[in-house]
């Protein structure tokens, strides 16, 4: 590539874009079918490692990815040309190219350089695979070692050079006429631009360079869609007819620098060069078809998280002034403020629309997390000798970005402990009656303001027996009469284990009880329930965001509480034979045949001049995990959504407080934590 031209600031576009090939090349990989792959597939995982090496190649710096990508390129391209039979241990190995490569790309983007251990034993395995199914003249066709040597001297040099005693002709189709001056000012970087053309929406440049035909379509592809562009060698107009001979001498060297594959069957993504939009530092995956046609004019931008995450706290403060000019407004004489106050209700409904509009950009698939199972399943299935099937219903649930990437490590813990302890060996199903190949099932859906995520097995099921016996010995308050939901909930006890050895997979008794504390900090709660001989079903159930709550606001002497909404389902004012005294210190709310246990929320945070008669004081019913409670509270102010700070950012940790929020006087106001008044109140009572 000519100097001049640094391409050093879409680094971070070409990392994006390569792990998100990478990804589909593993999915990809893992649905194949080795009897009879499917052609549409190979071809995309074809496009996909020619794609990453055009890039790499085209950078000039990504030496051990380009060679690493060249060599897998190669093996695809004679099976997806029918040259190679595709057998199950080719995809094992191209799966493990795969992790290779996204190591490689890792290191690349932290400014690293890739494990030369690693580069070395995938090349080495993947040139044995060429000797193996080609011999080894073949291979030396496939990878000469001189072009390997030349390779290492000079990574941009991948494509073949133009064609000797021609120019390349670098055509543009459908150009914007705001576009051909910035790339007719590339084009003169590259090389000397010997003629020029533009009419009818195409652009025609005839090109002395030595750079290749790759290097210009990559440097294209940062301005326009890598179907628009078109390069050979061919002579200058009205020089065709001398130099026809030449031109028709060197066909090779115009099909190696454009392959088949990118000029006759567009990928419907782009270049690897060209910029993707990116929501939260997530690249979106372009659609089928999109390349092809009339593209669309700024159809998407690259946003970084941070920008993201401005624009949210941005909104968060708008919605708090809004609530305090409301608040206000609220004492002013309608008849003379009529204006200012229509004003008012229309500022509130814009700073609605716009915190969801703004709360949408953060919202990413469920399809982010289930994406990485197929391959969890796939090997660990192998590994311990199961037949499993991995199912996914609902990938399109959206969910708050800070929340899917924390729910990727106890979602992965649930997997593991499903497949290990869950799920039986095949002999033992087929005894059973059942499947030999059991089913694993991830699901992910709304309700409301929540997203309800299963963990779904069809194994044994829980051991009742086992779990009682080993909680018994541990101590635990249970007996033969303790019911199967409060017994199931053991498995979250710290050290808590019924397995009867330890694998690299699961059964070491510490997990669970982290999987339980990481949900509850995000605002969820997990469930579990059982039937023996049909399997498990975990269910973890989380708010959509944490940025923005929706909430009861309520009163309890001189201080303001939030009660997340989401855990609210009734409220009353209690009567005298309602309330039962079980002890000192433990008190029963009977709700229509039902005992709730009762924690007054002046107790839990010793508030002076709170309500203390029960009777007086106000219900409010509550919802955490599987279990409600009534929490006594001296008034009920209102529901309105809230701006969520974090409390140990700003402050410090509090015991049953989740964060703060600042109200429309500009007071702040404890968002409660239920789960932890919940552990707090039976803590107590047992004591």
Same mark, same amino acid.
């Given at each position: ?25 593993? +999915? ?20 996909? %490692? ?73 090349? %080495? ?100 869609? %890598? ?21 028709? %001498? ?31 530092? @997530? ?26 995450? +401005? ?43 716009? +915190? ?17 199972? &197929? ?113 199931? +909930? ?67 002497? &001189? ?25 000192? @210190? ?102």
């Amino acid at each position: 590539m000519s100097a001049g031209v640094d391409l050093s600031e879409f680094f971070d576009t070409f990392f994006d874009e390569a792990d998100e090939l990478l990804a589909e090349m593993e +999915q990809l990989l893992l649905g194949i079918d080795p009897s009879a792959p499917d052609a549409d597939d190979l071809n995309a995982i074809f496009r996909a %490692a020619h794609s990453i090496k055009g890039g790499a190649a085209t950078f000039g710096c990504f030496d051990e990815l380009a060679k690493t990508t060249h060599l897998l390129e190669n093996q695809l391209d004679l099976i997806r040309h029918g040259e190679m039979p595709l057998r199950q241990d080719m995809i094992d190995l191209f799966l493990e190219t795969k992790d290779v490569l996204t190591e490689q790309v890792a290191a690349y983007r932290g400014s690293g350089k890739p494990d030369q251990d690693a580069y070395e034993r995938i090349c %080495a395995q993947l040139r044995q695979l060429a000797l193996e199914q080609q011999g080894e003249a073949a291979l030396a066709e496939i990878v000469p070692a001189a072009a390997v040597e030349a390779e290492a001297a000079d990574a941009p040099a991948v494509d073949a050079p133009p064609c000797a005693g021609l120019p390349l002709l670098v055509r543009i189709d459908r150009i914007k006429d705001k576009d051909v001056e910035p790339l007719s000012a590339e084009m003169a970087l590259m090389g000397e631009v010997l003629h020029k053309e533009h009419r009818d929406g195409r652009l025609s440049l005839w090109l002395e360079t030595t750079a290749t035909a790759g290097d210009i379509e990559a440097v294209c592809c940062f301005v326009v869609n %890598a179907d628009q562009v078109t390069v050979r060698a061919e002579a200058l107009p009205g020089a065709a007819a001398d130099q026809g001979a030449a031109a028709g %001498a060197q066909p090779e060297a115009v099909q190696s620098a454009t392959p088949p594959a990118v000029a006759a069957e567009p990928s419907g993504k782009p270049s690897p060069a060209q910029p993707q939009s990116v929501v939260d530092g @997530t690249a979106a995956t372009a659609g089928p078809g999109t390349r092809a046609g009339k593209p669309k004019e700024n159809g998407t931008i690259r946003v970084g998280v941070e920008k993201v995450d +401005q624009i949210i706290n941005l909104v968060g403060e708008l919605v708090i002034t809004q609530a305090m000019l409301l608040q206000t407004s609220q004492s002013l004489d309608p008849v003379l403020h009529d204006r200012l106050l229509n004003g008012i209700e229309q500022l509130e409904r814009n700073a609605r629309d716009l +915190q969801e509009a703004v709360m949408s950009i953060r919202m990413m698939p469920m399809d982010y997390v289930f994406s990485r199972f &197929p391959r969890v399943v796939r090997e660990s299935a192998t590994r311990i000798g199961k037949r499993i099937r991995l199912v996914t219903k609902g990938q399109a649930t959206e969910l708050d970005k800070s929340l899917i990437e924390r729910i990727i490590d106890p979602l992965t813990h649930l997997v593991r402990n499903s497949l290990d302890h869950g799920i039986e060996m095949p002999e033992a199903r087929q005894a059973q009656g059942k499947d030999p190949e059991g089913t694993l099932t991830l699901s992910a859906q709304h309700s409301g303001g929540q997203i309800i995520i299963d963990v779904i097995d069809d194994g044994a099921g829980l051991n009742r027996e086992r779990i009682l016996k080993k909680a018994i010995a541990q101590g635990f308050p249970v007996s033969d009469a303790t019911p199967d939901e409060e017994l199931w +909930q053991l498995i979250f006890a710290p050290g808590f284990s019924t397995a009867e050895k330890v694998t690299d997979i699961s059964g070491r008794g510490v997990g669970m009880d982290v999987v339980r504390r990481n949900i509850q900090s995000m605002g969820g709660h997990v469930q579990l329930s059982s039937r023996a001989g049909e399997g498990t079903t975990t269910r973890i159930v989380l708010p959509l965001t944490l940025a923005i709550l929706d909430g009861m606001s309520v009163r309890v002497g &001189p201080e303001t509480f939030i009660l997340p909404l989401s855990h609210v389902t009734e409220s009353m004012q209690a009567t005298a034979d309602q309330i039962h005294h079980i002890s000192d @210190t433990e008190r029963m709310l009977h709700v229509r045949g039902e005992y709730l246990p009762i924690v007054a929320l002046h107790e839990v945070f010793d508030v002076e001049g709170a309500e203390t008669d029960l009777t007086r004081a106000i219900a409010v019913v509550l919802q955490a995990e599987d279990v409600r409670f009534a929490l006594m509270v001296d008034h009920l102010i209102g529901q309105h959504q809230v701006v969520v700070k974090n409390l140990e950012a700003n402050y410090r940790k509090v015991p049953g407080i989740s964060a703060a929020t600042i109200l429309g006087d500009g007071s702040v106001a404890l968002i409660v934590d239920v789960f932890a008044l919940r552990r707090a109140s039976a803590l107590r009572a047992a004591a």
